[in-house]
């Protein structure tokens, strides 16, 4: 309930201003630095040659691709699959989904292995799995970590200890088992991909976004952080922030009374796009899809805590995510 007792004292207030003059200050800077320096860098690049570019490449392209059974993942499954000359691992929890998922594909050009992995495992078992199919498959050179799950699967299941648990263990722990495991793989033969998924969501996001967005939060930071280590080693780490993506988890988000509008919500196509893309050609540490949407949630970290706090109230009453806690 709000009351009086919630009005913020002069000095919390006046701390939220000078915070909002330091985020006008930094960001003023990183504009500054980024049209005059990086700017002119980038266009340079596109009249580079484009073996300047390019780093001595594997022979075979490995492709690990965890959430390949359904919506982006199996987007980005479907892209690679049309290129010879490489190795698709496709898993998911459950092999029937990855079965059904490889049976559309037709006659793909490239060979595709199916695993079950679920992440719910324990880390020590995902080191397992990925090293084996290192051995069997290998030497893995991609790694897209895609899978990841919300409360809005489930119409009735209410949000607690449970489900944050869940959320936790998949879109945390697992996913960064398997990132590690991978990446110190790609370590050893200073040669990788890495394509981690976040979200927007980690950005800014309504209040009942609480366990989900905070897992994503986490993603988003550890991708980033992961890319800077990564780059003395040779191993390339892209962070994905899908905005709203058309697949199994919007759709049930859609239909618990959210209300975004039908118009925001994109082809997981167009998300894969992107990220193969992004993951590809290099230079870019953060692909954020559809740009609108990035761009909005980016900007929301410049808010003082008092207006982030009271954004993400406004949101969360409107139902922008559904009217379930996830
Ligand atoms: N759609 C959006 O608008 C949106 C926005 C921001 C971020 N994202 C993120 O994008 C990623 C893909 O989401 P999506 O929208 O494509 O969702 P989706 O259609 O529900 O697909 C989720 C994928 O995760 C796999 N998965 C679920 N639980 C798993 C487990 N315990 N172990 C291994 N794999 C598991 C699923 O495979 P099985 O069911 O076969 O196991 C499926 O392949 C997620 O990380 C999601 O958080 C999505």
């Known amino acids: 309930m709000v009351s009086l007792r919630n009005i913020p004292p002069i000095g919390y207030t006046t701390q939220n201003i000078l915070m909002s003059l330091g985020t006008v200050a930094t960001s003023v800077s990183a504009l500054l630095f980024t049209s005059t320096v990086l700017l002119p860098l980038s266009v340079l690049r596109m009249c580079l040659p484009a073996s300047y570019l390019c780093r001595p490449q594997p022979s075979r392209n490995v492709v690990l691709i965890i959430g390949a059974s359904r919506g982006i993942g199996f987007e980005v499954l479907k892209k690679y699959s049309t290129m010879p000359d490489t190795t698709i691992i496709a898993a998911s929890s459950s092999i029937k989904n990855l079965r059904d998922a490889a049976s559309s594909l037709g006659s793909p050009a490239a060979t595709i292995e199916l695993q079950q992995l679920d992440l719910k495992k324990t880390p020590t078992s995902i080191n397992k799995a990925i090293r084996e199919w290192d051995t069997a498959f290998g030497p893995i050179t991609h790694l897209y970590a895609i899978s990841g799950i919300s409360n809005h699967l489930d119409d009735n299941k209410p949000w ?10 998949v879109n945390i722990t697992g996913t960064v088992s398997a990132v590690l495991s991978a990446y110190e793989l790609m370590k050893e033969r200073s040669y990788g991909k890495i394509c981690i998924v976040g979200s927007v969501a980690g950005f800014s996001s ?9 897992s994503k939060a986490f993603i988003n930071n550890f991708g980033t952080d992961l890319r800077c280590l990564g780059s003395s080693v040779g191993v390339d780490v892209v962070t994905v922030a899908p905005g709203f993506i058309r697949t199994r988890m919007t759709d049930k988000m859609r239909s618990q009374d959210s209300s975004a509008p039908g118009f925001e919500f994109e082809s997981p196509e167009g998300m894969a796009t992107a990220m193969v893309n992004g993951v590809e050609k290099g230079g870019i540490g953060l692909v954020s899809w559809p740009w609108r949407q990035a761009i909005a949630t980016y900007s929301l970290q410049g808010l003082n805590p008092l207006c982030d706090t009271l954004g993400r109230w406004v949101t969360y009453k409107a139902k922008m995510s559904g009217k379930k806690i996830t």
């Open 206 to 214: 309504p209040a009942n976004m609480i366990s989900y967005a905070s």
């Open 160 to 169: 607690g200890l449970d489900v944050t648990d869940d959320i936790i263990r």
